[in-house]
């Protein structure tokens, strides 16, 4: 099992890496967005996996490893700091409250669609 944490947290990291990386070459705009959907999607793909019922060793390798590698709380914060160090307030205050209003609906649409399964 801790192999399988090993494993599945480091995949999640790396799809942390690619998709922020991919969205944050092509953004416009001081706006973290490559964060933001690795975060959106975190929380889409845990709420679905909350209403499927997955729990043990799956929650587990899925849940925990994987998408809590790939999401980042800390990423998230330290980019609200940084846009408010460099004068970007308004963008840094928007970045905490889309991220976290969007962050819980994300997770809603994924337990209403784990709903439907």
Known sequence: MIV??????????????????????????????GTLLVNLTGCFLLGLLSRLNV???AMTLLGTATLGSYTTFST????????????DTAVGVMNIVVSAAAGVAAAGVGWAIGASL
């Open 4 to 33: 399988l944490v090993i494993v599945c947290g480091g995949l999640g990291a790396l799809a942390r890496f690619a998709v922020d990386g991919l969205v944050q070459s092509r953004r416009l705009g001081s706006f973290p967005l």
């Open 55 to 57: 729990s043990g060793h």
């Open 76 to 87: 998230w914060m330290f980019e609200a700091e940084r846009l408010g160090e460099e004068g």
